[in-house]
């Protein structure tokens, strides 16, 4: 049995998905986007089957692909967010999730971010912004006027206290 266990080959906790936990719960806000992209989907199929003069499995082949669609980027919707674990930090977006061991981050900081429209800035509110060793920045799903934390300001900065705390004490700072 010992033989056995040496071939396996060796997993980093890094991808180990019960040791990550997110600090803070999702708002309503996603349910409201879920509801929204479930209407705008159906406006596509009702649109898509006008258009086309769709029928029978035609019909029922749309409905089936957007339907999966919907699902798939619901689950990505109700995952998004930064979650925390003893080894580091994983941050799960809308179309990719990026894990950082807590070594590999130097900084955990507020970012007071802003859009460049030509000659015009437009202020966006705080977000939470993780400087990287290499020099690179991650941005993070933690946005003051989110869908998390739009209503819950307090929640936003208590998120980020944890997120500077656990960088802290890993960092044996």
């Not at 906790?13 to 209407?39: M, S």
């Not at 925390?84 to 507020?110: C, E, K, N």
């Not at 977000?127 to 920045?137: A, C, N, P, W």
């Not at 998390?148 to 890993?170: C, G, I, K």
Request: aromatic share 8%; proline share 4%; with cysteine.
């Amino acid at each position: 049995m010992c033989e056995q266990a040496a071939w396996r080959p060796a997993v980093p906790r890094l991808v180990d998905v019960e040791t990550w936990q997110r600090p803070y719960t999702p708002g309503a806000g996603r349910w409201v986007i879920i509801g929204w992209e479930a209407l705008a989907l159906a406006l596509l199929a009702w649109s898509s089957i006008e258009t086309f003069e769709l029928a029978g499995h035609g019909v029922r082949l749309l409905a089936c692909g957007l339907a999966a669609v919907w699902v798939i980027g619901t689950h990505r919707i109700l995952l998004m967010g930064a979650y925390v674990g003893v080894d580091g930090l994983r941050i799960h977006g809308l179309l990719r999730s990026r894990t950082m061991a807590w070594a590999d981050i130097t900084q955990v900081h507020l970012h007071d971010a802003s859009h460049r429209i030509g000659p015009f800035r437009i202020p966006s509110g705080l977000t939470v912004l993780i400087e990287r060793r290499d020099g690179s920045t991650v941005n993070t799903e933690l946005w003051a006027q989110g869908v998390d934390f739009h209503s819950r300001p307090r929640l936003f900065r208590a998120v980020y206290h944890e997120l500077r705390a656990r960088h802290l004490a890993a960092s044996g700072g």
